[in-house]
């Protein structure tokens, strides 16, 4: 279904996740690639023309539950499911996790009862996982401690805004193979970039996320390398970086900050890679760690604008998963 305006631009009606063969987003393999270009659709008519979905939420209720910190996510999803409609709660879960009082299958009944779809951001990855097994409801994972679908759908869309082909793109995920990389590698798969990966021995990324890029590789064309030379950076057209301790590795900081010092993302690191090269990071960046101030504030960062495509990515996604196409 298309809704036609009284200009000849004609906004695509998000397709329904039923034909497009998810209810619940718990990794980046939620997406196919029909997936994905339906959403980039969609986050990219909302962009062109704020406004052109108000409404299509209301009455909707979206629950967000958090163990974890969060500016982006959190304000992207409240800030954007409210521009559709839809009456967002937020409930801090900080201080007592998903689990402690009640099981995670609980939470996700009980929520179920009340709330049109749950974001939630965990701890541990199989919090989410039991959640969606217990929830009539679509669950969304705004970051576990081994996924981030979100972001790697707003962290393409930026891409695409950038460089329009994704097939191909040469992109190099800098640091520590942790839950950003991995959904990196496997939406950045499905959509056939070229992805290096660099990071430090032994802080690769997940064999699981791994086998499914792999697979994912194979019908699309994508092309995946893990390796620890920061010399691969050569000619690449994204620069990729996150944080070196992920939420939840305090203990670990100091080893870590060793470790990785060698792969801070500064002006020499940027100058091995293509001379139209962009810097991405997910943000929060810790400065002088990970990324230098020129960098982070310099020309080729495209940081802000991967920021703001939170909101828009996960518009889409919420458009997907609860518009009424006959509304
Ligand atoms: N990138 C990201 O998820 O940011 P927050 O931790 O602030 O939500
Ligand atoms: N890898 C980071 C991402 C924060 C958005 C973490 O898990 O803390």
Redesign the pocket.
Known sequence: MTIALASPIVIPFPARPATLGFKHVLSAAAFGSDALRSLFDVASAWKARPGVYAGALAGRTVVLLFEK??????LSFEIGASKLGAHVVYMDISKQRIGERESPEDYASNLSLWADAVVTRTYAHHTVEAMARASSVPVING?SERH?PC?ALADLLTMKERFGDLRGLKIAYVGDGNNVCDSLLIAGATVGADLMVICPPGYDPSPEAVRIASQRARASGAEIMITDEMEALHNRQVVYTDTWVSMGQDEEAAARQAVFAPYQINARAMSLAAPDAVFMH???AHRGHEVTDEVLDGPQSIALQQADNRLHAQNALLLHLLADPNA
């Open positions: 910190p969060s500016l982006r996510t959190r970051l981030h972001q997910c943000l929060p």
